[in-house]
Each structure stands twice: as structure tokens, then as C-alpha cells.
């Protein structure tokens, strides 16, 4: 049973740093094909695909646009965890953030469909990320 467990939320000050967690259990990240998403839902808007990682494409990363340049996912086989480290946090970043996993090959996809949130099958429960100014 995949299970994902998001870790490291919390209050950070606008300009600070954070590095969330996303634990994966029930497969193994250097066993199999996947795709593993940081997503963020802010209070009422739609839930964003915000960066990715892809063992398909050799380990590709992707990242929206709002957070290029000051996000950076990355995976550790040995505690089977992916993280995003959040550098620069913004006022307006505060969300909960989620991760998501599909298994499998995806190739070809593209940065659109592979931070599409319909692309993930199993989610972490979110953790939440304020900000004060």
C-alpha cells in the first residue's frame, strides 16, 4: 500500500528558507518507475502543481514558474524521501502543501502535464507552510 507522509511545515518568516519532507512507503524509489509532485493549495484557490521529480526522465526536475529559481526538489533513495527546499518564501506562498506519487513511466509529458495535479494517484495528507511578514 503506498502511503505518503509530508513533514518539516510550519511558520517561516518571508525571506526565510524551509525544507519539507515527503516520506514514501509501500514501494521504493530506487525500485521502481515514478513521479513524485510538490503540490500547494492556497485558501481558495485551486490546488497547483508547484515541482517535480521524475525517475523516467533520469531525474528530471520541473518547476512553475512562481517558484523557479528559489525551490529545489531532490530525493534521497536511502530514506526513500523526496524534498522541496524553499528558499526566498514569499508573503503570498502560504498554502498547504501537498505531495503526490504516480508509478509508472511518464515520458514525453512535459512540464504542464507533469505538474498537472490529475496526474497523481496517491497523496500525502498536506502540511501547512505560514508566513509572516
Known amino acids: 500500500q503506498v502511503q505518503l507522509v509530508e513533514s518539516g511545515g510550519g511558520s517561516v518568516q518571508a525571506g526565510g528558507s524551509l525544507i519539507l519532507a515527503c516520506t514514501a512507503s509501500?514501494?521504493?524509489?530506487?525500485?521502481?518507475?515514478?513521479?513524485i509532485a510538490w503540490l500547494r493549495q492556497a485558501p481558495g484557490k485551486e490546488r497547483e502543481g508547484i515541482s517535480c521529480?521524475?525517475?523516467?526522465?533520469?531525474?528530471?526536475?520541473y518547476y512553475s514558474d512562481p517558484v523557479k529559481g528559489r525551490f529545489t526538489i531532490s530525493s534521497d533513495d536511502v530514506k526513500n524521501t523526496v524534498f522541496l527546499e524553499m528558499k526566498n518564501v514569499k508573503p503570498e506562498n502560504p498554502a498547504v502543501y501537498y505531495c503526490a506519487a504516480v508509478l509508472g513511466i511518464n515520458i514525453g509529458v512535459g512540464r504542464q502535464g507533469m505538474l498537472e495535479p490529475g496526474r497523481y494517484c496517491y497523496w500525502g495528507q498536506g502540511t501547512q507552510v505560514t508566513v509572516s511578514s
Open positions: 521529480i521524475n525517475s523516467s526522465e533520469g531525474g528530471r526536475k
Open positions: 509501500g514501494f521504493a524509489l530506487d525500485g521502481v518507475s515514478y513521479a
